[in-house]
């Protein structure tokens, strides 16, 4: 007499969960929106992107901000969100044992952009995804 065993089928019962939750959070779940991150013109060297949609609390979209200021997200959901920005001080250059370079500029400061832009609640950043690859520009002037 044959039996059928469930050792196998719990483990292919993860992996379908699992693949189906990566594949509805994924790249083509949402929109692409990439754009530049400036303070008065000059760009911001890092920090991070963070878009919030009202109707999905709690998945939110985070981007990190690239030494040239650039940010790209993936899987935005479309729809009208509030976009924040985080500036944060750009990475020291250290040598292979750990050490600061001492050879190495100071590194800049973090610009003094306005406190709201860091916060879903006061920012008047607002982003309308449309579902296609779009550029989002972002000046955080005064």
Known sequence: MRTHGTRGSVPLAIGLLALAHVAGCGPGAGAEVSGTVTFQGTPIRAGKVTFYHPDRPGRNV?????????????ACPSGEVKVTVQPLPPAAKSTSRGQPYTGAKKAAPVPPVNAKYGDPATTDLVCRVTGAAQTFDIDLGP
């Open 62 to 74: 985070i981007a990190d901000i690239r030494p040239d200021g650039t940010y790209r997200v993936y």
